[in-house]
């Protein structure tokens, strides 16, 4: 997964969804346990996709016994986007006095590094609500830092 490359004008997976800075209603997709409320990964971060297809594939959670679920934005959001905020999070970084390499691999768009406590703090002190990501074969997603910005919606079908 890579952060950014996703901009106002992108059209992303099923139906022409643009996902922009995920406008309040957008819908998008997981996939996750059948007959799960919306769930977070082990840091805490909710990923969707607009790609229905792209979230029944296991590497995105669309394992068996799982399911594809909608997920509906509930507000506005702002999210991080590497193509148009990298100065921001590294000078951000820099002030906080964290390791230089880290900061530099998340302000590029390194999903990993995106999800360090230490960068999720930078981004959340800054008003963000998540981040822009790029799967590793090119498909879009979001990770959200609260999983109430979301609500669970239906099965996909």
């Known amino acids: 997964r890579k952060s950014g490359g996703i901009n106002q004008s992108s059209v992303l997976g099923g139906g022409g969804v643009k996902l922009g800075d995920a406008a309040k ?3 998008l997709f997981r996939g996750q346990p059948i007959g799960a409320d919306l769930i977070t ?3 805490g971060l909710l990923w ?5 297809k792209y ?3 296991p590497h995105y959670g669309g394992k068996e016994g799982s399911e ?3 997920a509906e934005i509930i507000k506005d959001l702002n999210l ?6 990298i100065d921001e999070l590294i000078s951000k970084g820099k002030v906080k006095g ?10 590029k768009g390194d999903f990993r590094a995106l999800q360090e406590p230490e960068i999720i703090s930078i981004l959340k002190e800054s008003g963000y609500d998540g981040f822009k990501a790029i799967e590793p074969h090119g498909e879009k997603s979001i990770a959200l830092f609260d999983p109430k910005l979301a609500t669970k ?3 996909a079908i």
Do not use: F, H, M
């Open 55 to 57: 979230a029944s594939d």
């Open 68 to 70: 594809v679920i909608q």
């Open 25 to 27: 209603g957008t819908k």
């Open 98 to 107: 964290l390791n230089r390499p880290l900061v530099v691999s998340a302000a």
């Open 48 to 52: 969707l996709t607009p790609d229905k």
């Open 41 to 43: 990964n082990e840091k």
């Open 153 to 155: 919606i239906k099965p």
């Open 80 to 85: 991080y986007d590497a193509d148009k905020n």
